[in-house]
């Protein structure tokens, strides 16, 4: 088992957060918000395209985020918790 | 910010946070984490046929993100994963329709929850139980601490079950077991969280390590991998029905991607006792939470 030096790690988790946390929050403010309306058309439409629909915005979403982590983690050349 | 499918108000940094608190839970322990995430949803008002299909559409979206995670560390049978959901997925079924039967006879609800508070609290302690003699085995016999186990007993006996066909699993270290062993515990778990109305990983990961003899990091990252399916699945049921608010979901999963891949990472810090032991008191967690919800303290009955 690694027994890494828990500040390095606990620092560089908090700055990962840190630049995640302000990405995340200009996502949803702009990304999200402009979801809003079609989604809420496609709901009251059509539940079927909306049902299958949300699950690939779910699964792409969740692919785009984990980029975004990846991708901080390398730019900033931070060594991970792992 | 207002959400306009389940017309609710609501802060979208705490639907943020509280995703992230649960992807942590589930990236670590292999749990949907719905016990949590579901009261927390319904106390700033969402309305109740939403609560339960939102919350498995982001769990769908974290358990991918968490399994990957596992997946690259090496802690996801795929093959048992798919063989557990021919199982669970019948399971599931016949427990709703149990559900459905029972319904008629009035006070389901109660009974239903008094059930799932014993199970709860029974697999916590258990499970507290055993990871205790497990890390003190480690201490006094010196026995390899990541997969030590002090309950192998059951496991034993499962394993001289060798009803044809037998499969390998090698990735979870098994070298021959009955495909109906794993068959019936899949059907057991889905059965139960048929019945009870949950996700079924607390159930699900404990039944893994000590009735089928998966190691602890594969039985989390295989319950992820298992979750992925079940709520993907539930997700597209619910939102046929029209009880899914896809952009609360969306909102959730910004923290619970984070939450769920520092959890997955985690459990690399930590031998499978450990984990066990920290486990344990999840479903304490659930069961005081249901206990509150049958009392109407979170908008029970």
């Known amino acids: ?40 058309a496609l709901f009251d439409t059509n539940l079927v395209v909306y049902a ?19 991708f901080i983690v390398s730019r900033l050349k931070l ?4 | 910010m207002h959400f306009p499918i389940t017309d609710v108000t609501v ?12 992807g942590l839970l589930g990236g670590f322990f292999g749990v949907g984490g719905g016990f949590l995430a579901g009261p927390m949803m319904f106390l700033v008002g969402v309305p109740m046929n939403f609560v339960v299909g939102t919350d498995l559409a982001h769990m769908t979206g974290k358990s991918f993100v968490a399994a990957r995670r596992h997946r690259a560390l090496g802690h996801v049978d795929l093959k048992l994963g798919f063989l557990m959901v021919l199982g669970t997925v019948p399971g599931v079924e016949v427990g709703a329709r149990i559900i459905e039967f029972l319904e008629d006879a009035g006070n389901i609800d109660l009974v239903v929850g008094v059930a799932y508070i014993v199970i709860l609290v029974a697999i916590g302690a258990f499970t507290a139980w055993e990871s205790l003699r497990a890390l003190q085995l480690v201490r006094t016999e010196a026995m390899d601490a990541r997969e030590a186990l002090a309950f192998r007993g059951v496991t ?3 394993h001289l079950f060798r009803l044809p066909p037998l499969i390998s699993l090698p990735e979870s270290g098994i070298e021959s077991i009955s495909l109906w062993v794993v068959l019936a515990v899949s059907f057991l778990t889905g059965l139960l969280a048929g019945v009870l109305g949950v996700g079924g990983g607390f159930i699900r990961m404990p039944m893994l390590i000590y009735l089928v003899g998966v190691p602890t990091h594969v039985a989390v990252g295989t319950d992820l991998f298992e979750i992925i399916i079940s709520a993907g699945f539930g997700t597209v049921t619910h939102a046929l029905k029209g ?22 990472v985690s459990t690399r810090y930590f031998a499978g006792p450990r984990i066990r032991l920290l486990f344990s008191v999840l479903p304490f967690v659930g069961a005081g939470l249901t206990l509150l919800k049958l009392t109407g303290w979170l908008g029970g009955h």
Request: no cysteine; hydrophobic share 60%.
């Open chain 1, 1 to 40: 088992m690694k027994n890494p030096d828990v500040k390095i790690l606990l620092r560089n988790f908090l700055i990962e957060l840190a630049i995640y946390s302000l990405l995340v929050v200009i996502y949803v403010y702009v990304a999200l918000r402009l979801l809003a309306e079609p989604l809420e």
């Open chain 1, 52 to 70: 299958f629909l949300g699950l690939i915005l779910i699964l792409a979403q969740a692919v785009l985020l984990e980029a975004v982590t990846t």
């Open chain 1, 79 to 82: 060594e991970r918790y792992e």
């Open chain 2, 11 to 22: 802060n979208p940094l705490f639907l943020a946070a509280v995703g992230f608190v649960v």
């Open chain 2, 156 to 158: 034993r006996r499962v």
């Open chain 2, 243 to 264: 009880n899914v608010d896809v952009l609360m979901a969306l909102v959730m999963q910004t923290g619970a991607a984070i939450g769920a891949q520092i959890g997955a």
